[in-house]
């Protein structure tokens, strides 16, 4: 419910706003004094404050100020008996949302207060939503307590405060932007903006354009002048994914950002200064591209400052169950499923697999099971069908061994049931994912025995 307080020393009008503005159904609160009034904002979450110009103890409009400075995200409806444009001018200043005067509030107290309302919804929400950015992006929710990922964090945590450049190594699919996030959030710089871009993405032009921007007439179709990223980055973090893809003519120019803090627009002539911290990142050994003469030794030595590599997930095997079960009930949260929990042969197939594409393809294997599933367990026919492997598969099992009469006897059953799994699953007294496992594991075919 959106609460709404009066400051109003008439009684009279307090008692008149109250009822009218409460028979909307907003919840109405009152103050005959500005000292009573920051009383109630302390212990009400407030949306809007209809507050008088004249009170016995001080002035509404700088008390416009002071509300905002101390509880930026309610809004506040000046009312006074005498209007003036001055008076107007400086409570707009002080962050009023309107200034009426009294007599004429009738037929616009209403309508003020549903859009001052509406507006202070919008800030919470705004507000909500930066919040839970930044706790996205810190340094606790990367997932993962092996140790080679705890020392890389460790590293992270201590550069992050400084301005450091830093450079982020490690396969594809790793979690380097998310590394980048988490110190760009932990750094005093992080109020400002974090740009991120991926290198690879662009031709050299195009790169140079969204690095830098343009002046108006630089090429055709150039009407306007155009920011770069390096500018809307200023005071915050510009994070250069994949560097070492990056064309050599660029680098020079990357780098006499970070050595001067000064870069030309594509078309300009006068010099843009940027104040920015560069998070770089790549996949490549860039001590051997730049043996290759495809990556200049100077920018690498500045990128390098700071080194952190971000392991594999073949490095760090132990948490690839806490990265399943997150990303099971994270997509299962976002399909308004229960809760899911991941079987021991789907677990196991994970944690057998070699994740070339590490924690990205953990990630989209996962929600790709999570829309196969109809219940709440994730089973290991939901996996793609190259994960369907086992240690004992194309072995040649013992004639004598248990699992050589087993293989031969759930063969048999199937044979009967003329492939039919869920009628096997029932003669065999087991269930379906179980017989789906079993048949993988023995590498059991359509052919009678």
Request: net charge neutral.
């Amino acid at each position: 419910m959106i609460k709404v307080l009066i400051i109003d020393d008439e009684e009279k009008l307090r008692n008149l706003l109250s009822k009218i503005i409460g028979l909307e159904g907003f919840e109405v609160f009152q103050a005959s004094t500005i000292r009573i009034g920051f009383k109630r904002l302390d212990v009400e979450d407030v949306d809007v404050v209809i507050c008088d110009v004249k009170l016995p103890d001080g002035n509404g409009i700088e008390t416009a100020k002071l509300i905002k400075e101390k509880h930026p995200f309610l809004e506040v409806i000046l009312l006074t008996a005498f209007g003036n444009i001055a008076d107007g001018v400086q409570a707009m200043r002080n962050g009023a949302f309107d200034y009426i005067t009294k007599g004429d509030d009738n037929n616009k107290i209403l309508p003020l207060v549903y859009k001052a309302s509406e507006k202070a919804t919008l800030n919470k929400r705004v507000r909500t939503l930066e919040k839970q950015l930044g706790e996205k992006y810190t340094f606790e929710k990367i997932i993962g307590s092996s140790k080679v990922l705890q020392s890389s964090i460790e590293l992270a945590r201590k550069v992050a405060p400084t301005d450091t450049t830093v450079l982020l190594t490690g396969e594809t699919g790793t979690g380097k932007e998310l590394f980048a996030q988490a110190i760009h959030q932990a750094s005093a710089r992080r109020s400002n903006n974090f740009v991120a871009i991926n290198c690879a993405a662009f031709s050299s032009e195009l790169l140079e354009n969204e690095l830098f921007g343009h002046k108006a007439g630089a090429f055709t179709g150039a009407n306007k002048d155009e920011k770069g990223l390096f500018a809307e980055a200023h005071n915050g973090t510009i994070f250069l994914d994949e560097i070492g893809e990056m064309p050599l003519l660029l680098q020079a120019k990357i780098l006499r950002v970070l050595e001067t803090g000064e870069f030309l627009r594509v078309g300009d002539s006068k010099i843009s200064k940027v104040n920015v911290r560069v998070i770089a990142a790549t996949n490549r050994n860039l001590e051997e591209e730049i043996e290759r003469e495809h990556f200049r030794s100077d920018l690498y030595y500045r990128l390098s400052v700071f080194t952190i590599n971000v392991p594999s997930l073949r490095e760090r095997k132990t948490d690839i169950k806490l990265l399943a079960v997150h990303y099971a009930n994270y997509y299962a949260l976002f399909s308004n499923r229960n809760p899911i929990t991941l079987s021991k042969a789907y677990l196991t197939a994970l944690e057998d697999n070699p994740w070339k594409g590490n924690i990205r393809e953990l990630r989209n294997v996962v929600e790709r099971s999570v829309i196969l599933t109809d219940g709440d367990v994730l089973e290991i026919e939901t996996l793609p069908t190259e994960f369907h492997h086992s240690k004992t598969e194309n072995k040649q099992l013992s004639a004598f061994s248990m699992a050589s009469a087993e293989k031969i006897h759930i063969q048999k059953v199937l044979n009967h049931t003329k492939g039919n799994k869920a009628e096997a699953a029932r003669l065999l007294e087991i269930g379906v994912a179980t017989l789906y496992r079993k048949i993988e594991e023995y590498g059991i075919g359509s052919s009678n025995v």
